[in-house]
């Protein structure tokens, strides 16, 4: 079955870094597209980046562009993101989430998700 | 990349229908059919219940259905049943970025 698992949430202080890691299994991780969706405490989600299956392609959310990257391993069907200059704001649960096959900006599996608190 | 419009909440008794919209723009809602809808209990991850605006994934009930008009994308949910209480969001493809809605909370009365 599809599984998707986070991993490398915690605190961290305002203008540090961090990697998020999302470990995939049961489907072929090289055909799909991944995506990064965050969830801020008692708010709604939030698209945060996207990388084509073969890595050639990533788009990111105006609030999050030229701070955070997206990247994968398929050799490993690992998914990464890589946060920097973090603000409060950033404060959230972190989704990884696998692009539908055929339709553009669906998600069809979700991870648990890992929570990212921004705090001094 | 402004977040689509939902209602903060909607409500409804057993064996009712609600109906929960989402508002967009020409940019998003109008110009694409890539529309998805998303079921998420509380401390839950979320689920895909609609996708392509009309179009359901194997193990969705039937109850669960969308449409839209223009800007503006509903997902309507008939015989309302105690387990379908959650909150309920809405997402747009919207070329190069993807956009969701703030969100509603489903209250089965």
């Known amino acids: 079955q599809v599984q998707l698992v986070e991993s490398g949430g915690g605190v961290v202080q305002p203008g540090r870094s961090l990697r998020l890691s999302c470990a995939a299994s049961?489907?072929?991780?090289?055909?799909?597209?991944i995506h990064w969706v965050r969830q801020a405490p008692g708010k709604g989600l939030e698209w945060v980046a996207v990388?084509?299956?073969?890595?050639?392609?990533?788009n990111y959310a105006d609030s999050v562009k030229g701070r955070f990257t997206i990247s994968r391993d398929n050799s490993k069907n690992m998914l990464f993101l890589q946060m920097s200059s973090l603000r409060a704001e950033d404060t959230s649960i972190y989704y990884c989430?696998?692009?539908?096959?055929?339709?553009?900006?669906?998600?069809?599996?979700w991870g648990q998700g890992t929570l990212v608190t921004v705090s001094s | 990349q402004s977040a689509l419009t939902q209602p903060r909440s909607v409500s409804g008794s057993p064996g009712q229908s609600v109906t929960i919209s989402c508002t967009g723009t020409?940019?998003?809602?109008?110009?694409?059919?890539?529309v998805s809808w998303y079921q998420q209990h509380p401390g839950k991850a979320p689920k895909l219940m609609i996708y392509?605006?009309?179009k359901r994934p194997s193990g969705v009930p039937d109850r669960f259905s969308g449409s839209k008009s223009g800007n503006t994308a509903s997902l309507i949910i008939s015989g309302l049943q105690a387990e379908d209480e959650a909150d309920y969001s809405c997402?747009?493809?919207?070329?190069?970025?993807?956009?969701f809605g703030g969100g509603t909370k489903l209250t089965v009365l």
């Open positions: 392509d605006v009309t």
């Open positions: 020409s940019r998003d809602v109008g110009l694409y059919n890539y």
């Open positions: 049961g489907f072929t991780f090289s055909a799909y597209g």
């Open positions: 989430a696998r692009g539908h096959r055929t339709s553009a900006g669906v998600f069809d599996y």
């Open positions: 990388i084509w299956y073969d890595g050639t392609n990533k």
């Open positions: 997402c747009s493809y919207a070329g190069s970025y993807l956009v």
